[in-house]
C-alpha cells in the first residue's frame, strides 16, 4: 500500500508504449464497487479468487505493465502465477517512508487505516511487511526505492526492459 505500483505502473507503461492494467481498477469495475466495499460485502475469499480469475484471464505473451493490489501475490500461490506469466518487481520502501507516502493520500480509500497515523501507521505498515515478505522476495528484481521520485523509479525500471 503506497508504493506507486499504479503511479509508477503508469508511467513505466507509457515509456514503454505498452497497455497498463491495475488489477483492483479492473476488480472494481467488474463488480461496480471498491476493492474494499467487495471485501466488505463479499468475503476476502471472494476477493483473493476473483484476484486468482483476473491473473489466469492475463493474455500470455503480451507485453503489458500490471500493478496488482499488494495482496493479491500473498494468496491462492498467486507469487507463483505471476513469475511464471511475466517479470515481476518489488516496489521496496522503508516502513517510515511508506509512513509518509500513506499519510499524504486519502485515507478514508484504505479502511484498514483509518484512525492511524504516526506509530500506529507504521506498525500496521511493518506488520504487513513482515508477514508479506516471503512473497515479495520472491519476485524477479526488488527495486530499492526510498530516495527517489516515482518518476525516476518508473524511469529506472523502464530502463531495464529497453
Same mark, same amino acid.
Given at each position: ?22 488489477? &483492483? ?11 474494499? &466495499? ?14 486468482? #480469475?483476473?491473473? #489466469?484471464?492475463?493474455?500470455? #505473451? ?14 491462492? &500461490? ?18 517510515? #517512508? ?47 526505492? &526510498? ?16
Amino acid at each position: 500500500m503506497g508504493s506507486g505500483k499504479t503511479t509508477m505502473g503508469k508511467l513505466i507503461a507509457e515509456e514503454l508504449h505498452l497497455p497498463f492494467v491495475d488489477t &483492483d481498477e479492473v476488480l472494481s469495475e467488474q463488480e461496480g464497487m471498491s476493492c474494499s &466495499d467487495i471485501i466488505c460485502q463479499k468475503g476476502q475469499a471472494y476477493f483473493r479468487q476473483q484476484e486468482r #480469475n483476473l491473473l #489466469n484471464s492475463l493474455p500470455q #505473451n503480451k507485453g503489458m505493465v500490471v500493478a496488482t493490489g499488494g495482496g493479491m501475490p500473498c494468496f491462492l &500461490d498467486n507469487i507463483s502465477l505471476i513469475t511464471s506469466i511475466g517479470i515481476s518487481l518489488f516496489l521496496d520502501w522503508s516502513v517510515e #517512508n511508506l509512513a509518509i507516502r500513506l499519510s499524504l493520500t486519502d485515507l478514508s480509500t484504505r479502511p484498514m487505516l483509518l484512525g492511524k497515523s504516526g506509530e500506529e501507521l507504521r506498525a500496521h505498515i511493518q506488520k504487513q511487511l513482515t508477514e508479506r515478505m516471503i512473497y515479495y522476495r520472491q519476485a524477479h528484481h526488488t527495486i530499492a526505492c &526510498d530516495g527517489h521520485t516515482d518518476e525516476e523509479m518508473a524511469h529506472r525500471i523502464a530502463q531495464l526492459f529497453l
